[in-house]
């Protein structure tokens, strides 16, 4: 069967299951089947070639279908056996706990926003964990429609389902379209993506966040002096930086690198030259004030490495499965009394644990160790992340060799994230879930590494 014959089943097929719930269940439901047929439109408005605009078309209905019925799926499952988490007199239907509690987070602003309860009334928990956007983007939509947990997920699905839609584009722009179809289809269905799509957390948003991000700040390269592309760069960023504000900033500076490598030599020379001046007059200021610039930058050297151990540890005692990086004698010591001098600690046992870092961080949980039911259910993917994992070394090395200088933006965030979540990670679940801001890259490159391998050996036509 064709892939327009495919795509002319599937659209009315998913036209019907959206319009049908939309019309059932609530006004939540015909607002996000508003969105997911705008997001259509979109898809048919943006490309010309129509074998094309059938493939991603197709591609999108499948992925959006798929989680869209497992969402309900989980949900009215969930009804039907009594399955709840409770938090303060509220009962949340979710896959997880964390979710739940973020749902009723955006429930008690919605009744907050609508005069029934008073700041006194809201739990005091809530205030510890209304550090992120999310649970406002839950209260403005429990406050339109009414408090209904499956109605928020729905968010989920919708931006899960376009992220790799920026996968697609983003690949097609900066290695080949054949590789940005492999692209398409893996990170539409890589098992991760599908889960996050179907709860509340904030991982879709922020994948979602990241690839629009980069999507957008390709478009500026292409065109510098438009201000709207500029203005929505910074806005995607900064709603980023709301949902989860460490991932953020790592994800801006590795911008910032992989800009340097696509900028003009004359004008990267300019630039070092400048970075060269600032830290000069920096050492000249440390002189002037009597202080020694070395061990002035000794001290900050110190003082980051004591955050990043301080943050380790905390995730290390953080609740479920955890794993250390560092010698066994700092995990006996007291959490807030963290100093490399104290302890002793030398580079070379800092170089150790990042290399511990980045064992856990790229490729746990272990098939060889498997404790607990999550890390079985997971052993599928895990396999499935190793064999990706070597066609994305193979796809960084092609990339790499044929000079293709906008993938060094996407290879940037891959080495900057991957060594910052090394040195702090210390839960697996929490691990497994930093990765995935960065599978996107690894998707990238893997499907690159596919299509290059395959092209080698064969000739073949899509």
């Known amino acids: 069967m064709k892939v327009k014959e495919k795509s002319s089943i599937i659209l009315p097929l998913a036209i019907g299951v959206l319009v049908g719930e939309a019309v059932t269940v609530s006004g939540a439901f015909l607002f996000i089947t508003a969105v997911a047929l705008l997001c259509i439109y979109i898809i048919r408005r943006s490309f010309d070639d129509p074998a094309e605009r059938s493939f991603v078309l197709g591609v999108f209905l499948a992925g959006l279908l798929l989680r869209f019925i497992l969402c309900a799926a989980f949900y009215f499952i969930f009804e039907i056996k009594g399955r709840f988490y409770h938090y303060y007199g509220y009962a949340g239907n979710c896959l997880f706990g964390d979710s739940a509690f973020a749902s009723i987070n955006g429930l008690w602003l919605a009744q907050f926003w609508k005069g029934l309860l008073s700041p006194f009334d809201i739990h005091p928990t809530f205030f510890e964990y209304i550090n992120t956007i999310s649970p406002f983007i839950y209260g403005v939509f429990y406050y339109i429609f009414g408090y209904k947990d499956l109605s928020a997920k729905l968010i989920d699905v919708i931006l899960g389902s376009a992220t790799p839609l920026f996968v697609y584009l983003i690949t097609k722009d900066i290695l080949s379209k054949r590789s940005a179809k492999i692209a398409f289809i893996l990170t539409m269905f890589f098992p991760s993506f599908v889960l996050w799509s179907i709860t509340n957390l904030k991982d879709a948003k922020q994948i979602f966040l990241i690839m629009a991000s980069l999507f957008l700040l390709l478009k500026i390269i292409e065109k510098p002096a438009s201000l709207f592309r500029a203005a929505a760069f910074f806005t995607v960023t900064a709603a980023l930086y709301l949902i989860r504000a460490e991932i953020a900033t790592i994800f801006f500076i590795s911008l910032l690198v992989g800009l340097y490598f696509n900028i003009p030599m004359t004008f990267r020379r300019k630039v070092m030259v400048i970075l060269c001046a600032a830290l000069l007059m920096t050492a000249v200021a440390a002189f002037g004030t009597g202080s020694d610039p070395v061990c002035l930058m000794g001290k900050k050297v110190h003082d980051i490495l004591d955050r990043l151990i301080g943050?380790?540890?905390?995730?290390?005692?953080?609740?479920?499965?955890?794993y250390r990086i560092y010698a066994d004698d700092l995990y006996v010591r007291k959490f807030h009394d963290m100093?490399?001098?104290?302890?002793?600690?030398?580079?070379?046992e800092i170089f150790v644990a990042l290399?511990?870092?980045?064992?856990?961080f790229l490729f746990a949980p272990f098939p060889t160790r498997i404790i607990s039911f999550n890390q079985l259910v997971s052993l599928p993917q895990t396999i499935l992340w190793y064999v990706?994992?070597?066609f994305s070394v193979i796809g960084i090395r092609f990339a790499l060799v044929e000079k293709r200088h906008r993938a060094l933006i996407p290879l940037a965030f891959i080495i900057i994230m991957t060594s910052a979540a090394a040195l702090v990670s210390g839960n697996i679940g929490t691990a497994f879930r930093h990765r995935d801001a960065v599978t996107p890259f690894f998707l990238i490159f893997s499907a690159f590494g596919i299509d290059r391998i395959l092209d080698k050996y064969r000739k073949r036509t899509w």
């Open 311 to 322: 943050q380790q540890i905390g995730y290390y005692r953080s609740y479920g499965l955890n």
């Open 339 to 348: 100093r490399i001098t104290d302890y002793n600690i030398t580079f070379n």
């Open 355 to 360: 290399f511990n870092g980045y064992r856990h």
């Open 388 to 390: 990706l994992f070597l």
